[in-house]
């Protein structure tokens, strides 16, 4: 399998879009292959292997509490998600509901030229036609989608919690939306500056990845999953784009950075990475829900 590289904006950062969740696992855990061969062993034993290298002395102890989880236990949460993560999104969703009602997005419309129905048509009548009755009907609205970016990015010393938030309030949210009788479409992030070393100051790579298309339904195991755990992060999403670059990877493997309005201004919704807290997580949920529910009046 090749690996695809980051290419050169007319901004001067780098960005890729992966197609996919699989790809991005893919690519992270292939083996013995990174664009730059020099990265490949570290990539490798580090965030793979999660042994000590020379650029790190990490205790396995202290390496499993940073990952969060070991590397056997990433790959089948990926297969088969519990549910302790769905159910504190839920926690958090319930929390936002007690002080906002959530309308079901239904509308009544009347439905002519029916051959049964509620009323006939006088006229229809006359003239004998069978489709004369007409009938007041309950049916889903057309959905408008509403596109939300996660920039997952988060700093070495931060703890699950700090990502935890910022995930499970993008799912809550798209769990609420789709109350409203939106359509939602979920990408997550990664962005960060010195991914190359000796990479120039203020450049950014920025990868993005689907993890929710607007036509498929919610799969709140895998969407809580993939944007609430430390553990996708630092063990699929580093690992992937680091295999990606071309150039030496930096001491540190980049660090965290907002996105750049250019890549926000492409969604309705971002949650970036300067939410870290469930109080902001929430508050935010409140102002997008409250926004966007346009039938409460």
Same mark, same amino acid.
């Given at each position: 399998?090749?690996?695809?590289?980051?290419?050169?904006?007319?901004?001067?950062?780098?960005?890729?879009?992966?197609?996919?969740?699989?790809?991005?696992?893919?690519?992270?855990?292939?083996?013995?292959?990174?664009?730059?061969?020099?990265?490949?062993?570290?990539?490798?034993?580090?965030?793979?292997?999660?042994?000590?290298?020379?650029?790190?002395?990490?205790?396995?102890?202290?390496?499993?509490?940073?990952?969060?989880?070991?590397?056997?236990?990433?790959?089948?949460?990926?297969?088969?998600?519990?549910?302790?993560?769905?159910?504190?999104?839920?926690?958090?969703?319930?929390?936002?509901?007690?002080?906002?009602?959530?309308?079901?997005?239904?509308?009544?419309?009347?439905?002519?030229?029916?051959?049964?129905?509620?009323?006939?048509?006088?006229?229809?009548?006359?003239?004998?036609?069978?489709?004369?009755?007409?009938?007041?009907?309950?049916?889903?609205?057309?959905?408008?989608?509403?596109?939300?970016?996660?920039?997952? *990015?988060?700093?070495?010393?931060?703890?699950? #919690?700090?990502?935890? &938030? %910022? =995930?499970?309030?993008?799912? $809550?949210? /798209?769990?609420?939306?789709?109350?409203?009788?939106?359509?939602?479409?979920?990408?997550?992030?990664?962005?960060?500056?010195?991914?190359?070393?000796?990479?120039?100051?203020?450049?950014?790579?920025?990868?993005?990845?689907?993890?929710?298309?607007?036509?498929?339904?919610?799969?709140? *195991?895998?969407?809580?999953?993939?944007?609430? #755990?430390?553990?996708? &992060? %630092? =063990?699929?999403?580093?690992? $992937?784009? /680091?295999?990606?670059?071309?150039?030496?990877?930096?001491?540190?493997?980049?660090?965290?950075?907002?996105?750049?309005?250019?890549?926000?201004?492409?969604?309705?919704?971002?949650?970036?990475?300067?939410?870290?807290?469930?109080?902001?997580?929430?508050?935010?949920?409140?102002?997008?829900?409250?926004?966007?529910?346009?039938?409460? #009046?």
């Amino acid at each position: 399998m090749s690996i695809p590289e980051f290419r050169t904006c007319s901004d001067g950062n780098r960005r890729i879009e992966i197609e996919s969740i699989s790809e991005l696992v893919d690519i992270a855990f292939q083996k013995g292959n990174a664009n730059c061969e020099a990265n490949t062993m570290r990539i490798d034993n580090y965030y793979i292997d999660r042994t000590k290298d020379s650029h790190g002395g990490h205790s396995a102890a202290g390496m499993k509490k940073w990952f969060n989880r070991t590397t056997e236990e990433l790959k089948q949460q990926l297969e088969d998600p519990d549910n302790d993560l769905v159910w504190r999104v839920e926690e958090l969703k319930q929390e936002i509901e007690t002080e906002i009602e959530i309308p079901a997005g239904k509308r009544r419309v009347v439905r002519r030229r029916l051959e049964f129905g509620d009323e006939f048509d006088e006229t229809a009548y006359v003239q004998r036609d069978p489709d004369g009755w007409s009938e007041v009907r309950t049916e889903a609205q057309q959905k408008k989608v509403i596109s939300i970016a996660v920039n997952s *990015s988060v700093l070495g010393h931060r703890k699950p #919690e700090a990502v935890y &938030y %910022r =995930g499970a309030a993008a799912a $809550a949210l /798209a769990d609420l939306l789709n109350d409203l009788g939106y359509a939602v479409e979920i990408t997550s992030f990664r962005c960060v500056e010195h991914l190359e070393r000796r990479s120039s100051e203020g450049v950014l790579h920025i990868a993005k990845f689907p993890v929710k298309h607007a036509d498929a339904p919610l799969d709140i *195991s895998l969407v809580s999953f993939v944007l609430s #755990e430390i553990g996708f &992060y %630092r =063990g699929v999403v580093m690992p $992937a784009t /680091a295999r990606m670059i071309t150039k030496t990877i930096g001491s540190g493997n980049g660090s965290t950075r907002l996105l750049p309005d250019e890549d926000k201004d492409n969604f309705d919704i971002v949650f970036d990475s300067d939410l870290t807290s469930k109080a902001a997580a929430v508050s935010k949920v409140k102002e997008y829900v409250k926004r966007y529910d346009t039938d409460k #009046e």
